[in-house]
Nanobody, 127 residues
Framework: QVQLVESGGDWVQPGGSLRLSCAAS????????MFWVRQAPGKGLEWVST???????????YYAKAVEGRFTSSRDNTKNTLYLQLNSLTSEDTAVYYC?????????????????RGQGTRVTVSS
């Protein structure tokens, strides 16, 4: 069955960096648009980033304004793994981070809460 397993979350001081990973299985990873979303304490789910499948060319990436220029999404289709590099972290980035897949292969529509996602990995930014 479809599985998405996030890892890499940790406590980090403001200004620090982390790299999150998402291991995918149970579907043909290279055919799917993928997303990163997050949920801060007491708040709803927030879209962070989108990455195209990257089957035949370099994957395209898109970011929420709150993280643009600080976060970088990438994927390794040979390893069925999605990554999110988080730089210049602030307390506003404290959240559980989830990777999520589009329900249909080779199809893009904006992320929706109903899309399948993993169990999440917690990022805490605090001094």
């Amino acid at each position: 069955q479809v599985q998405l397993v996030e890892s890499g979350g940790d406590w980090v001081q403001p200004g620090g960096s982390l790299r999150l990973s998402c291991a995918a299985s149970g579907f043909t990873f290279s055919r799917y648009w993928m997303f990163w979303v997050r949920q801060a304490p007491g708040k709803g789910l927030e879209w962070v980033s989108t990455i195209s499948p990257g089957e035949d060319h370099a994957a395209a990436t898109y970011y929420a304004k709150a993280v643009e220029g600080r976060f970088t999404s990438s994927r390794d289709n040979t390893k069925n793994t999605l990554y999110l590099q988080l730089n210049s972290l602030t307390s506003e980035d404290t959240a559980v981070y989830y990777c999520s897949k589009h329900p249909k292969e080779r199809t893009f529509t904006p992320w929706e809460p109903r899309f399948f996602r993993g169990q999440g990995t917690r990022v805490t930014v605090s001094s």
